[in-house]
Structure formats: C-alpha cells, structure tokens
C-alpha cells in the first residue's frame, strides 16, 4: 500500500479501535504495576494492615487535618 493513501473508517470502527486503545493501555498500566516489586510489596503490607485492623477511618478532610497536624 502507498504509504501515502488515505484510509476510511467508520466512526463506530473508529470509536471501537479508541476503546481498545484505552483498555490496551490499562492492561499494560496493569502489567507495569505487577512487575513493580517495590510497589506490589507496599500493597501486600497494606492489605495486611487493613485485615489486621490497623487502619484510621475518615469522615472528613478535618480528620486528615488531625492526622497530619498530630492533634
């Protein structure tokens, strides 16, 4: 094909290849989180903190003023 012809899509073709586009970059976003040791072991300590109730509930952003402020 001549690098320099044009191509015609459908808008719902073309509507679809965008959506692939977004869940293709989510799935590599997904796999660069999963290679990230670093990050994949501060969630684990997370989700341990979490079942072991240490954990603070927020009702407002005036109990995260409390929390950074110490009071």
Do not use: K, P, Y
């Amino acid at each position: 094909m001549d690098e320099t012809a044009t191509v015609q899509i459908s808008r719902e073709a073309f509507e679809t290849l965008c959506r692939l586009r977004a869940e293709l970059d989510e799935v590599l976003e997904t796999i660069d989180c999963l290679n990230d040791h670093d990050l994949m072991a501060s969630i684990n300590r997370s989700e341990e903190d979490r079942r072991e109730g240490r954990t603070t509930r927020l009702e407002s952003s005036a109990d995260l003023d409390r929390i950074w402020t110490g009071d």
